[in-house]
């Protein structure tokens, strides 16, 4: 019953003409005359994420692969059974054990519906008809793959199809000065400038808006109260109405009573549900007050200085830096001095 509902004429009635350019491959087992010149080269990168187009997309974690001309990928159903590093897997009832393979060849990306009787859709086109095996179609950076469609209306997680979008060949993300920048701008609105001022103060070293430096280039991080790992660009960060900061990730487990929180740091209590309505305006001012009060912070201090000073001084110090008597009649010549000696 559940593979009727799969194939409903729907489905099976689209198109399963390519949507590009494409020639049948040979099997990975065949043609190994032309894998020998590409061995030696560069393997291919692979990285598959969710598509996520609705609400009810089958949200998986973020696969990665570094593809040779020799290695074959086979997507399926998630079994314990079969673990292997070239076996791509979902935990997904639509989604056949043996569904589909994706290959590399001369630095290019391919797949094929092996067989499976929901179906493999690449930009919406079908591959092949139920239970018929596909032709290679040419995979392209930014191509959206899907396994199987909906069964029930995917009301049930585990009866969703496989959405994902295909990244090839993508450089690495890289930390550009635009990252460091957003994420140092991030610390210094974060984190409370007590905290950064005490801790340098402990380390023995200047602060500069959260980072120190050193003649060596030591730089100080913040961490992570909760996993102690240091929070950096790139990372899905929580910040706490008390403005402190974690890993959204090692934060989210605090987040079973939502929307009530309650800071592992000071303990804090927080309404995440609280309202969020302020203008621009309302912030502006209070940019202008932190400011004020900051200058009239400092300016007491300067005076608080300045009067200890004054205590600590006694009458004629600032005046007498010499403890020997400043009168020249009463001082000896150096010659008389040397010569007394």
């Known amino acids: 019953m559940l593979t009727a509902a799969l194939t409903s004429p729907a489905t099976s009635s689209r198109s399963f003409t390519a949507p590009s350019e494409t020639r049948n ?9 032309n894998n020998r010149n590409t061995l030696g080269s560069a393997p291919c990168h692979l990285r598959i994420v969710p598509h996520l187009d609705s609400t009810r997309s089958l949200v998986f974690g973020i696969i990665e692969r570094d593809v040779t001309d020799d290695t074959l990928l086979k997507i399926g159903r998630f079994t314990d059974k079969y673990i292997s590093p070239t076996r791509i897997t979902f935990k997904s009832k639509v989604v056949s054990r043996g569904h589909a393979e994706i290959w590399a060849k001369n630095g290019k990306f391919y797949i094929r519906d092996t067989k499976s009787s929901s179906g493999t859709f690449l930009n919406h086109a079908r591959l092949s008809p139920p239970n018929q095996e596909s032709r290679p179609f040419l ?23 496989v959405r994902m979008r295909l990244e090839i060949n993508r450089p690495a993300k890289k930390t550009t000065t635009f990252s460091l920048n957003t ?33 060596d280039q ?7 109260c909760i996993c102690l790992y240091a929070l950096a660009p790139f990372q899905c960060l929580f910040v ?10 090692c934060v989210t487990p605090l987040l079973v009573n939502h929307p009530g929180f309650n800071c592992p740091l000071c303990r804090s ?21 932190e400011k004020q009060q900051a200058n009239a912070l400092g300016a007491s201090t300067s005076i608080a200085m300045a009067a200890s000073t004054l205590i600590d001084t006694k009458p004629g110090d600032s005046i007498i830096q010499d403890p020997q008597p400043t009168d020249s009649t009463m001082l000896p010549p150096s010659s008389s001095l040397s010569s007394d000696s």
Request: charged share 20%; glycine share 6%.
């Open 240 to 249: 706490a109405p008390c403005s402190h900061t974690f890993h959204y990730k």
């Open 139 to 161: 995979l392209t950076d930014g191509d959206v793959v899907q396994l199987g469609v909906d069964y029930q209306g995917g009301t049930e997680e585990i009866y969703r199809c």
């Open 269 to 289: 209590y927080a309404d995440l549900d609280a309202s969020v309505a302020v203008e621009a305006s309302e912030v502006m001012e209070m940019y202008k007050r």
């Open 218 to 224: 030591d730089i100080h991080v913040e961490e992570c």
């Open 183 to 215: 994420f140092q701008s991030l610390r210094n609105m974060t984190t409370p400038p007590n905290n950064v001022s005490i801790l340098d103060s402990a380390m023995g070293c200047h602060s500069n808006s959260g980072i120190r430096e050193s003649n």
């Open 25 to 33: 491959i040979p099997e990975t087992s065949d043609g190994n005359n």
